[in-house]
């Protein structure tokens, strides 16, 4: 069973960035791929970005593509987003989530299992 917590979220101004965090707890995390998501207020939640469980392969959605990084240290349990270059409409709650380990890299939420409680970052001038 993997725990997943978020930190790192924030307020900034547009063109600002942020980099969340990610601790993984109670599981192999090496053995998962991660993902990032959001929910923007009164939206549903959308797919961010995830990663292979050795970082080696990489997905975005368009609409951050060349914004944000996704990365892992997995020596220390921890998945990041960095984030650059954020707009007013990167307003949301971010999570990030785990699917079953020794699966593959997805991009869609319901094939997640494990989700942390996720983080705010508002973006507003």
């Known amino acids: 069973q993997v725990q997943l917590l978020e930190s790192g979220g924030g307020s900034v101004h547009p063109g600002g960035s942020l980099r969340l965090s990610c601790l993984a707890s109670?599981?192999?995390?090496?053995?998962?791929?991660m993902g990032w998501f959001r929910q923007p207020p009164g939206k549903e939640r959308e797919f961010v970005a995830a990663?292979?469980?050795?970082?080696?392969?990489?997905y975005y959605a368009d609409s951050v593509k060349g914004r944000f990084t996704i990365s892992r240290d997995n020596r220390k349990n921890t998945l990041y987003l960095q984030m650059n270059s954020l707009k007013v409409e990167d307003t949301a709650v971010y999570y990030c989530?785990?699917?079953?380990?020794?699966?593959?890299?997805?991009?869609?939420?319901?094939?997640?299992?494990?989700w942390g409680q996720g983080t705010q970052v508002t973006v507003s001038s």
């Open positions: 989530a785990a699917p079953p380990k020794d699966t593959g890299t997805y991009l869609e939420a319901e094939l997640y299992d494990y």
């Open positions: 109670g599981g192999s995390f090496s053995s998962h791929s």
């Open positions: 990663t292979s469980w050795s970082g080696g392969e990489t």
